[in-house]
T-cell receptor, first 113, second 118 residues
Framework: DVKVTQSSRYLVKRTGEKVFLECVQD?????MFWYRQDPGLGLRLIYF???????EKGDIPEGYSVSREKKERFSLILESASTNQTSMYLC????????????FGPGTRLLVL | AQKITQTQPGMFVQEKEAVTLDCTYD???????LFWYKQPSSGEMIFLIY??????QNATEGRYSLNFQKARKSANLVISASQLGDSAMYFC???????????????FGTGTRLQVTL
């Protein structure tokens, strides 16, 4: 079974703090993704990575950065957390190809005070 | 414009009955893929079923089937013999080819909350 893990299920941070969300997958997948989920908006793509050290912006990259130093690990960084970044963050991985299926982690609920 | 539209914010179905969750999509690319995911209250997104735009037959996976009507650009999820454990949020998503040729991105709908009752 594909396993995608995220470092925290719940996180509370203060405005201005630097926040790291970690994601690890164990299936040797090429592609990894970070989404945020907000009520009524569905999931929106923040960043994705198709190889180590490679990254591309998604639909809402502002206020976020990412790091992929190893194939299995993809980190989302909030340089200076703001209250409008309070959300559910979901990481996913996929092998690529025309029928690529993305497999998701359990999510991190982040509250920024 | 919305690429994926799920018009039913919430649905109720009785246990053992079938239910259809609606999804329409918008794309001008002939090659695309459609996905359905389930999200229980625990938060994890669970992959259910996939339909490719060139697939001739509707996809099926156990109690899940996808009613794919290409001309109408709809990809409705049908759950047969509903169970209490089917209560969850359901998301429709579409993958279009990425212009850079790298990873394929998914665009999600806003979801439908299904409640299965006794």
């Amino acid at each position: 079974d594909v396993k995608v893990t995220q470092s925290s299920r719940y996180l509370v941070k203060r405005t201005g703090e630097k926040v790291f969300l970690e994601c690890v997958q164990d299936m040797d997948h090429e592609n990894m993704f970070w989404y945020r989920q907000d009520p009524g908006l569905g999931l929106r793509l923040i960043y994705f990575s198709y190889d180590v050290k490679m990254k591309e912006k998604g639909d809402i990259p502002e206020g976020y950065s990412v790091s992929r130093e190893k194939k299995e690990r993809f980190s989302l960084i909030l340089e200076s957390a703001s209250t409008n970044q309070t959300s559910m963050y979901l990481c996913a991985s996929g092998q690529g190809g025309t029928k690529e299926t993305q497999y998701f982690g359990p999510g991190t609920r982040l509250l920024v005070l | 414009a919305q690429k994926i539209t799920q018009t039913q914010p919430g649905m109720f179905v009785q246990e053992k009955e079938a239910v259809t969750l609606d999804c329409t999509y918008d794309t001008s690319d002939p090659s695309y893929g459609l996905f359905w995911y389930k999200q229980p209250s625990s938060g994890e997104m669970i992959f259910l079923i996939y339909q490719g735009s060139y697939d001739q037959q509707n996809a099926t996976e156990g109690r899940y089937s996808l009613n794919f009507q290409k001309a109408r650009k709809s990809a409705n999820l049908v759950i047969s013999a509903s169970q209490l454990g089917d209560s969850a949020m359901y998301f429709c998503a579409m993958r279009e080819p990425d212009i850079t040729g790298t990873a394929s991105k998914l665009t999600f709908g806003t979801g439908t909350r299904l409640q299965v009752t006794l």
